[in-house]
C-alpha cells in the first residue's frame, strides 16, 4: 500500500507530506485547491511521462516521493531482487523534474529508468480519474479491460507474436514472388545465353590458337612447295645432297685406310647424311598433314567469327565472357533457391496459421464467457449503485476478411487450419473471420440505462453520473481479479448526489476491505465512510499560492470539515447536527 507521499516545488504545492494508511482514505477541499495535483504526483511516481511545466515557478527542480509496503514474494519484490535492489524495508520512489526538462528516477536511492519504475509499481496501485473515464467511452480500450478481467492478456500476447511473425514472413514471400516474377521474364532470355556459350564449347585460348591456324592456312601453298622442294634437294633429285656427301664419305673412308684422321671425317659425315635423312622424313610427314582444303580455311573463319561475336557481346575477351558465363549461371540457379526459400516460408507461415488460428480461437471462448461474467457482475454492482434497472452488456463482433462487419453468434467449425491471402496481410480463421494482432474479437462495452431503451455504446448514452458509476462497477468487478493493493479515485462523485452519492461511498468502503482506497471527493455523503479524511487548503503566503493538507484525526475536525462539504463558508449548528448524523451513520 502507499504509506507516504512528500511533494515538494510541483504546481501549487511547496512542500507537504501525507502519511496515508490502510482502510478508506479521502482528500476533501475547495476546487482548486490542488486535490488532483496529489493524484498526478502519485501518477508520475507510478512512471507516467513527467513535464518541466508541472515545476513550481521559480525553482529548478520538483522533488516528488512516495514508500510503498508490499507483501512478501509479491511481484514487485521479485522484480527488485532481481535487479539486485534490496526491497525489505519497503520500495521508496523518487521522481526529481528539472524545469529544464529533464526527469531522473530514483529507485530505493539507486537511479533507474521510467520502463523499470512501471514494472515495479505495475501492480502497488492503480489510479481511476477523469482521464480513465474517458478512456472507457473509447471502444478500442474496452477489449484491453476485458482481458484483463478474464486472464487473457498472456494468451492474447500469444496471438499478438504469432501475427507478428506470420505478417512479415507473407510481406517477404510478396516481394519474392515479385522478385521471381521479374528474374522468370528474364529466365528465358538468360538460358538463351548461357546456352549460346555453352553450345559453341570454346576452350581457354582458343581465339590466338585459332589465329595461328588461319595463319598456316593461308601460306598452306607456299608451305607445301617449299616442302616438298627441300625434300628433293635433300633425297629425291639426282645428285641430291645425301648422294654427294654419300660419294664424299666413301672417298674419305677409303683414304682413311692410308691417313687416319680422314676415317674421322668421314664418320662424321655419315652422322650428316643420317640427318638429312630424318630430315627428309621429318618433311615428307609434315607434308603428309599440309591441310590444303580451301573448306578447312572457311571453317576455321566462321570459327574466329562465332568466337568474335560472343567476345564482343560478352566483355571483349574470352575471359570475360567465361567469368558473365559463370555469373549468368548463378543468376539461374539463384531463382531456384528463390523458389525454395519461398517454400520454407509457406511452410512456416502454414504451421503459424495453424497455431494462431488454434490461439485466436481459445481466445474468443475466454473472452465470450468472461463476457458474460463481467456483464452480470457489473449489473450486480450497477444496481448497488442505484441503477437497479439498467443494462450493461460486452458485445462481441467480427470482421471478415472482405472488410464487412458481421455479429458473431457462435463459434466456427472446420479444421483448425487458419486462411490467409497471400496477395495481404490477411489473416483469417477457417470461417473467414480475420486475426488481429489482438485476436479475432471486436468488443464494445454497452449500457441500457432504463428498460425498453436500445443497447448503445457508453459514448452514446451514458451522463457525466452514469459513467461515474459504471467506472466504479467495473473497479468492484476488475478489483476481485486484479493485484492491485492500492486503488485511487479522482473525483469519482462527478454528475452524482443524493442517495446515489451514499451508494458510491458505500461501495468505496466495501473496496477498502480487500485494497487500500483513496478518494478525492466533494460529496459528504462519501467522504462520511472513510477511515482516514484529508483536508486540503490553498492559501497565498508572501504573495506565493501554497497548498498544505491536514490529517483530520479528532472527531470535530472531520464534524468541521463534513459541514463545510455540505453547507459551504456558511456552517450552521443544524449543519454541525447533520455532520455529526452523517459520521453516526457511516459509522454504524
Keep these: 500500500m502507499l504509506s507516504e507521499l ?18 478508506f482514505s479521502v482528500l476533501t477541499g475547495e476546487t482548486g485547491t490542488g486535490k488532483s495535483i496529489i493524484v498526478e504526483a502519485v501518477n508520475l511516481l507510478l512512471g507516467s511521462r513527467a513535464s518541466a511545466d508541472l515545476v513550481r515557478a521559480g525553482c529548478d527542480n520538483a522533488e516528488l516521493e512516495a514508500f510503498f509496503d508490499f507483501d512478501e514474494h509479491s511481484q514487485a519484490e ?22 529544464l526538462g529533464k526527469s531522473r528516477v530514483f529507485i530505493n536511492s539507486r537511479q533507474s529508468t521510467l520502463d523499470f519504475l512501471k514494472q515495479v509499481t505495475h501492480n502497488l496501485a492503480g489510479i481511476s480519474s477523469q482521464h480513465a473515464h474517458q478512456g472507457l467511452l473509447k471502444k478500442e480500450n474496452h477489449l ?29 514471400i510478396r516481394e519474392l514472388k515479385e522478385s521471381l516474377d521479374t528474374k522468370r521474364k528474364e529466365q528465358d532470355f538468360l538460358e538463351f545465353q548461357i546456352n549460346e556459350i555453352s553450345d559453341a564449347a570454346i576452350v581457354p585460348h582458343e581465339d590466338e590458337d585459332l589465329e595461328k591456324k588461319r595463319d598456316t592456312l593461308l601460306n598452306a601453298s607456299k608451305i607445301f612447295e617449299a616442302t616438298n622442294r627441300s625434300i628433293h634437294e635433300i633425297y629425291d633429285r639426282e645428285g641430291s645432297l645425301i648422294e654427294s656427301l654419300s660419294f664424299l664419305r666413301n672417298d674419305m673412308e677409303k683414304a682413311g685406310t692410308v691417313d687416319e684422321s680422314l676415317e674421322k671425317i668421314a664418320h662424321q659425315l655419315s652422322g650428316t647424311i643420317f640427318d638429312l635423312q630424318d630430315i627428309a622424313e621429318q618433311l615428307r610427314n609434315f607434308s603428309s598433314t599440309i591441310d590444303l582444303d580451301p573448306a578447312s580455311l572457311e571453317t576455321t573463319d566462321q570459327r574466329l567469327d562465332l568466337i568474335s561475336r560472343l567476345k564482343r557481346k560478352y566483355g571483349g ?3 570475360a ?24 516460408f509457406e511452410k512456416d507461415i502454414q504451421q503459424g496459421l495453424k497455431v494462431i488460428d488454434q490461439k485466436a480461437k481459445e481466445l474468443s471462448t475466454l473472452r465470450k464467457i468472461s463476457g458474460e461474467k463481467l456483464s452480470g457482475l457489473a449489473r450486480i454492482e450497477l444496481d448497488a449503485l442505484e441503477m437497479a434497472k439498467a443494462e450493461f452488456k460486452v458485445a462481441f463482433s467480427t470482421q471478415s476478411t472482405s472488410q464487412s462487419t458481421s455479429q458473431s453468434t457462435s463459434q466456427s467449425t472446420g479444421q483448425s487450419t487458419g486462411q490467409s491471402n497471400g496477395d495481404s496481410d490477411d489473416i483469417a480463421t477457417t470461417a473467414g473471420e480475420k486475426i488481429g494482432p489482438n485476436g479475432m474479437d471486436k468488443v464494445s462495452f454497452l449500457l441500457r440505462p432504463n428498460p425498453g431503451e436500445a443497447l448503445k455504446p457508453l459514448v452514446k448514452i451514458a451522463s457525466g453520473g452514469e459513467l461515474s458509476r459504471i467506472v466504479l462497477a467495473l473497479k468492484a468487478v476488475l478489483s476481485k481479479t486484479q493485484s492491485l ?104
Excluded: W
Excluded at 484491453?144 to 517477404?172: C, H, M, S, W
Excluded at 565472357?321 to 520454407?344: C, G, N, P, W
Excluded at 452519492?501 to 462519501?526: D, P, R, Y
Design 78 to 99: 521479485t522484480i527488485l531482487e532481481e535487479q539486485g535492489i534490496d526491497s525489505s524495508n519497503g520500495l521508496i520512489v523518487r521522481r526529481v523534474i528539472s524545469s
Design 321 to 344: 565472357l567465361f567469368d558473365e558465363y559463370e555469373a549468368m549461371q548463378k543468376r539461374l540457379s539463384h531463382t531456384t533457391e528463390i523458389e525454395k526459400q519461398i517454400i520454407v
Design 6 to 23: 512528500a511533494i515538494k516545488n510541483f504546481a501549487i504545492i511547496d512542500d507537504i507530506r501525507i502519511s496515508f494508511k490502510d482502510g
Design 144 to 172: 484491453d479491460i476485458l482481458d484483463e478481467f478474464a486472464g487473457t492478456t498472456d494468451l492474447k500476447n500469444g496471438v499478438r507474436n504469432l501475427y507478428q511473425t506470420i505478417v512479415p514472413l507473407k510481406k517477404k
Design 485 to 588: 493493493e492500492t486503488l485511487i479515485f479522482d473525483e469519482v462523485d462527478a454528475g452524482i448526489g443524493g442517495a446515489t452519492s451514499e451508494k458510491v461511498g458505500l461501495k468505496l468502503k466495501q473496496l477498502s476491505q480487500k485494497h487500500q482506497v483513496i478518494c478525492i471527493t466533494h460529496l459528504a455523503q462519501i467522504a462520511k465512510y472513510a477511515t482516514n479524511q484529508f483536508r486540503i487548503t490553498k492559501d497565498v503566503i508572501n504573495e506565493r499560492t501554497c497548498t498544505s493538507i491536514v490529517s483530520l484525526k479528532e472527531e470535530t475536525e472531520r464534524i468541521e470539515e463534513i459541514a463545510r462539504m455540505i453547507g459551504g463558508t456558511s456552517i450552521s449548528n443544524a449543519t454541525l447536527t447533520h455532520a455529526r448524523e452523517l459520521l453516526d451513520q457511516a459509522s454504524s
Design 317 to 319: 575477351s574470352l575471359d
